[in-house]
């Protein structure tokens, strides 16, 4: 928890300090108000004392009443406006440590794990940090500060003073020992509780289709019954806090009234009146007292579950990515747009199995190289490899001239145009969608967009929308078909004018003509460009300048489609079960 406010900025450690003078005058202010009470105690006992001193004195209480009521209101304003402004700046700093995570830092903490903490997490420090601001700096101060006032004025009220202040320091101990745990697993179960939602969300339409509504009800209730139960563990331990300090703060007021009634019985005349006086001074001050450590108690409700929140949030702050950052922003002009594989093998982080092993090929320039294989021989993680969604186990990718791991990832991402597997939407129009990112160039024109549209072969189905190319998209892309979507996101890709095309299976929602014309298009627009091609049918890389056959993670292959037919069994088998004998001789 103190290393996470460490982040505080010098703005905000001087509001805190603003609320720490505030709150100092406030304390002071409270702890005047019961020497008034045994000032105008005293002077009604006094025989013959005006009416107008008891009224000053009744003054002065409400004077010193309502600017400790402003005080209160200074500090609550700044302590918002420190945690308002802490938990804006760290919702910045956990979205922008994300996006730096590359797949391994991802699936280490969880899509759902990774939300609550940016934003169930951030709220719980936010809400300590501001009760903390008013409270915690409030209570111990209140709480010396009235000792030293209590101090000498009677050891039996100072005895029960200190006894109940023990009780309730046991109470608060046994509650951080039993209930801090349960705080713990309160977290993680809210991070299942997400995975659940996400789920079943993401998955609708499978859910649906499938008739399995109940199942994800079942498994929901499930995650909600175990995060609901541990809450009333934690809820029910805390309730008990409240009777027990209102049981201590109605007990030490009896207390000390029982035992000041016990010694003015027993003094002499003209002790009675400073012993009353003593007892109504004493009774306010350890009332303050208990409520000091009532008020610490409150903060030890928060403080268990937003000291777990902070531990978790920099978790994620303190996690460096896997893969650094180079120094490179630019390739060796005579090798542009060049990608060679030197002995290339990789697995994932934690695996005991290599899926990829000694691959090896080059690219030229201009030049298009396909990769096919059976479900699972590599082909996905081989070409993920190039825009360095993970690092080479062994091995080196060189990208025009240059190791990949030697450029900077804006220089690298730069120079390639990526078209993921699945294609990916974000919520806005059509032409923001085209013109995603930045290329270190101008920004994309408005005929940019519309000739990578007409490229991808989109113009038909967005040139009919509302709107046309301000026409809005959805989260997802949801409000338009899967082919749409590819057919925008190789658009996205178009536009972005590359050295390096690479697509990741992404002609596969294509209709046989639409991805002829794709490719034609591509093609003729996109000449000296290098195309790097996953894809499973074998009419989609005839034409492609290398295939290279994976298999098992293997090359089993590697040159032209007929001379692939005579020289490699497995991309014989894959055309054969694709194309007729006829076809293939074609």
């Known amino acids: 928890m103190l290393k996470l406010f460490k982040r505080l900025n010098a703005r905000e450690w001087a509001m805190a300090a603003v609320c720490l003078v505030f709150i100092v005058f406030q304390v002071q202010l409270d702890l005047k108000l019961p020497e008034f009470m045994s000032e105008i105690t005293r002077l009604t006992q006094t025989p013959g004392s005006a009416m107008a001193d008891v009224w000053r004195q009744g003054g002065y209480m409400m004077l010193c009443a309502l600017t400790s009521f402003a005080c209160t209101v200074v500090v609550g304003f700044f302590a918002a406006r420190v945690s308002a402004s802490f938990s804006r700046r760290l919702r910045s700093l ?54 030293t006032k209590i101090a000498g004025k009677g050891l039996e009220w100072t005895m029960a003073t200190g006894v109940a202040v023990l009780i309730l320091i046991t109470m608060i101990v046994s509650l951080l020992i039993f209930v801090m745990p349960k705080f ?36 929901f209730e499930e995650a909600n019954k175990e995060l609901t139960d541990t809450q009333l563990f934690t809820s029910r331990g805390m309730a008990v806090i409240n009777p027990v300090m209102n049981i201590l703060m109605g007990g030490i007021s009896l207390s000390v009234y029982w035992i000041g009634a016990y010694l003015i019985n027993a003094a002499q005349a003209m002790e009675k009146l400073p012993l009353f006086a003593n007892m109504v ?197 949801t409000n338009i078909s899967g082919g749409q979507k590819q057919r925008l996101s190789i658009a996205r890709a178009v536009c972005r004018k590359p050295e390096i095309y690479i697509f990741d299976d992404s002609f596969s929602a294509l209709d046989y003509k ?34 290279i056959v994976l298999d098992e993670g293997r090359i089993v292959g590697k040159g032209k489609h007929k001379e692939l037919l005579k020289s490699c069994e497995v991309y014989k088998e894959i055309a054969m079960s694709q194309l007729s004998e006829e076809e293939l001789a074609v």
């Not at 939300?115 to 719980?124: F, H, L, M």
């Not at 479900?375 to 490899?385: D, E």
């Not at 025009?400 to 791991?405: D, E, L, W």
Request: aromatic share 8%; charged share 20%.
């Open 94 to 147: 956990l979205f922008s440590k994300v996006d730096s995570f590359f797949m391994e830092e991802i699936s280490r903490f969880s899509t759902a794990s990774l939300i609550t903490r940016s934003t169930n997490d951030v709220t719980q420090v936010q809400m300590v940090l501001n009760m903390g601001l008013q409270l915690v700096v409030k209570a111990p101060i209140m709480a010396v500060w009235a000792i």
């Open 514 to 547: 639409t991805d002829r014309l794709l490719r034609t298009a591509l093609k003729k627009e996109t000449a000296g460009v290098t195309s790097m091609i996953v894809a499973q049918r074998i009419g989609t890389i005839l034409d492609a300048d290398q295939i």
């Open 281 to 477: 001074v004493f009774s306010s001050y350890a009332v303050q007292v208990i409520m000091s450590f009532m008020i610490l108690a409150i903060i030890f409700v928060l403080l268990p579950r937003a000291a777990v929140s902070a531990k978790r949030i920099q978790e994620v702050l303190n996690t460096l990515p896997g893969i650094l950052d180079g120094s490179v922003m630019q390739g060796i002009p005579a090798c542009e747009g060049e990608v060679t594989f030197r002995g290339v093998s990789f697995k994932y982080p934690g695996a005991a199995d290599y899926v990829l092993q000694d691959v090896s090929f080059s690219v030229n320039k201009g030049e298009t190289v396909a990769f096919i294989g059976s479900t699972g021989s590599g082909k996905s993680t081989l070409i993920n490899l190039v825009p360095r969604f993970f690092d080479a186990t062994e091995g080196e990718i060189l990208v025009s001239g240059v190791n990949i791991k030697d450029y900077t990832h804006e220089a690298l991402n730069n120079k390639i145009g990526y078209v993921p597997q699945k294609a990916v939407l974000f919520k806005g129009s059509v032409a923001s969608n085209v013109a995603y990112g930045d290329n270190g160039r101008d920004a994309p024109t408005q005929d940019d967009i519309r000739s990578a549209v007409q490229i991808a072969q989109g113009g038909d189905f967005v040139e009919k929308m509302e709107n046309r190319y301000h026409a809005d998209i959805a989260q997802g892309g």
């Open 184 to 219: 713990q697993k309160m977290q993680s179960l809210t991070d299942n509780l997400n995975r659940v939602t996400m789920e079943n969300l993401s998955g609708l339409r499978v859910v649906r289709a499938y008739n399995a509504e109940h199942y994800q009800e079942a498994k």
